[in-house]
């Protein structure tokens, strides 16, 4: 046997008898018990703190009367009036929820917290109570605007119901087609260098485009753009890789006389394609399918020989077209042609690397006026109808 490892039931169990130990033990053991005597003895202190604090009692009180009379007065109110005036009484500047806070003041530094919580709490109440009375009251003066309304009914027909202008129903055509073509939207300002819109695009300073009168100037030598082709030149200069197929709807401007077929704002299409194999057969395969996508399919296309600085060879396209009634004649409706090679000379010189080298790529552009087009198409007489949006004309659409 070992001796020294005793079994429980024979293990000697000493029990101390509180009326055996001394007042001092008796008081220590007390909190000793509870393992955390300091905690006890301050929350001890804390209690008997707050009970000789007349201003805690006393405002903790008060605020739960406060609560519960604010939220018995509020069942009763049911206008609006007078719930501001609830709000005004309760929660306002010289309220009784704010008169009582002042109370705060004299509340010890260490209860602070807690009245500070009951404060909150009591403030909290009466606003959410104040809130969901509002609201009722709100959804009710809803529900009574409507009464004897069908509000499930339809509109009823011919009361003004818009459609798309006719100039945004040619240009959504447009950018459909070519879009379908493999073409992607390009973008550039209205407001364009001089580099942009004339010397990039091989057109030189005595040309008559560039004349005061052709377009306008800004005091910084600025202009408006004459015509959508400087997108063309944006797009090369910004080009990561090849090849670049992109149209350009936009604004143009000419410092035109105003007449049945000129205005100095109109609309332009304008389209670039660049790669290493473009060919002459490309630009009039998508012009001929383009014409016969807007015209219908029996259109018939013409290249007439043409000059612009930037393309060459250029063409001007007609159509042949018979208005109703009329004998078919042809209409003047794009210009295009094959870029210049001085063209890509200029944007490889501005980009300093060679991927326009005018010796290894090609490309075609074209621009067409996509009011022209509309004018065509709908039989328009006088472009100034496009603008004056008189509602006679554009219902038409
Ligand atoms: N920019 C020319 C114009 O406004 C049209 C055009 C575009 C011609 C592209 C050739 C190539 O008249």
């Known amino acids: 046997m070992v001796g020294d490892s005793m079994h429980p039931s024979t293990r000697k169990i000493i029990v101390l008898k509180p009326a055996l130990l001394s007042p001092f033990w008796r008081f220590f ?3 000793w018990q509870f393992h955390c005597w300091p905690d006890h003895l301050l929350s001890c202190i804390t209690a008997i703190l707050r009970a000789s604090s007349p201003p805690f009692a006393a405002m903790l009180s008060q605020l739960d009367s406060l609560k519960t009379e604010a939220l018995t007065a509020l069942d009763t109110l049911s206008d609006e009036a007078a719930l501001e005036a609830f709000r005004v009484d309760y929660l306002g500047k010289k309220g009784k929820l704010t008169a009582l806070s002042g109370g705060m003041r004299e509340v010890p530094a260490d ?3 807690e009245v500070g919580a009951k404060l909150n709490e009591v403030r909290d109440a009466i606003t959410s109570g104040l809130t969901v009375r509002l609201e009722a009251l709100q959804a009710a003066k809803d529900a009574s605007a409507v009464a004897g309304i069908d509000i499930t009914l339809p509109g009823r027909p ?9 100039l945004t129903q040619i240009r959504d055509l447009a950018v459909r087609t070519l879009r379908r073509m493999g073409f992607t939207l390009a973008d550039g300002p209205e407001i364009e260098t001089e580099w942009h819109c004339f010397d990039a695009l091989n057109t030189p300073t005595d040309h008559p485009a560039r004349n005061e009168s052709d377009t ?5 030598g600025k202009l408006l753009r004459t015509h959508t082709s400087s997108v063309q030149v944006r797009t090369m200069e910004s080009a990561k ?3 670049v197929r992109i149209i350009a709807p936009g604004a143009a401007y000419r410092r035109d006389e105003i007449d049945a077929t000129h205005l100095s704002v109109f609309n332009q299409i304008e389209a670039l394609y660049v790669d290493t194999d473009v060919s002459l057969a490309d630009l009039k395969g998508t012009l001929e399918y383009f014409f016969r996508e807007v015209f219908g399919p029996t259109t018939v296309v013409r290249f007439r020989p043409h000059f612009f600085p930037f393309t060459e060879p250029s063409f001007e396209i007609d159509v042949k077209l018979e208005a109703k009634g009329k004998e078919a004649r042809w209409i003047e409706i794009a210009g295009c042609g094959m870029v210049d090679p001085a063209v890509f000379a200029e944007i490889s010189k501005k980009r300093g ?7 290894k790529v090609t490309g075609f552009a074209f621009g067409m006026g996509l009011d022209r087009l509309a004018m065509i198409m709908h039989g328009i007489s006088d472009i100034r109808h496009l603008i004056e949006n008189d509602v006679r004309f554009l219902q038409q659409f």
């Open 29 to 31: 053991g007390y909190f």
């Open 111 to 113: 209860l602070k917290k």
């Open 158 to 166: 011919g009361a003004g119901v818009g459609s798309l202008h006719p």
């Open 216 to 220: 306008f100037y800004m005091p910084d």
């Open 241 to 243: 890789t090849l090849p």
């Open 353 to 359: 690397d060679n991927l326009f080298d005018p010796e």
